[in-house]
């Protein structure tokens, strides 16, 4: 059976306490941390290897954790972030996908795009209420 490596970075201490224990008794996930979401998380990951990094956060719109997403997306672009917050039910994926492309073919990168559900999808923030 393969194995996730995911990298837990937290804020909070209880919180991470709880993800992180839901992770170890996981069979297919290989629990890298939890790391605190003030070291230079960044600096370190290329270190721990892992497959996914989570991100845990009181909140999980907070600056810091914005700041720290930007950061790993733009230093390794193939990394898929998760985020999850204390006060929402709601966990976020963050995945880069780098398309090659030219200036004369933005319509058709456009185009190939993953296109958003046009039936209002209730996890698409984007999508209005009918």
Same mark, same amino acid.
């Given at each position: ?10 804020? /909070?201490?209880? !919180? +991470? =306490? ?9 069979? *297919?996930? %290989?629990?890298? +941390?939890?790391? *605190? ?9 290329? *270190? =721990? ?8 956060? %009181?909140?999980? /719109?907070?600056?810091? +954790? ?7 997306? =733009? ?27 030219? +200036?004369?073919?933005?319509? %058709? ?5 993953? =296109? ?6 209730? !996890?698409?923030?984007?999508? %209005?209420?009918?």
């Amino acid at each position: 059976m393969k194995k996730h490596r995911v990298l837990l970075v937290c804020s /909070q201490h209880i !919180f +991470g =306490a709880g993800i992180e224990g839901i992770l170890r008794a996981t069979e *297919d996930v %290989e629990l890298i +941390g939890p790391w *605190d979401l003030g070291e230079d998380v960044c600096a370190r990951i290329a *270190d =721990a290897s892992p497959d996914a990094v989570l991100i845990v956060d %009181e909140d999980s /719109q907070s600056e810091s +954790g914005a700041r720290l997403t930007s950061a790993v997306m =733009a230093s390794y672009p193939k990394l898929h972030i998760v985020r999850a917050g204390l006060t929402e039910n709601l966990v976020r994926v963050y995945s880069t996908h780098i398309l090659p492309a030219r +200036g004369s073919d933005l319509l %058709e990168t456009i185009r190939n795009l993953p =296109a958003v559900s046009e039936a209002g999808d209730p !996890f698409n923030e984007r999508s %209005e209420s009918k």
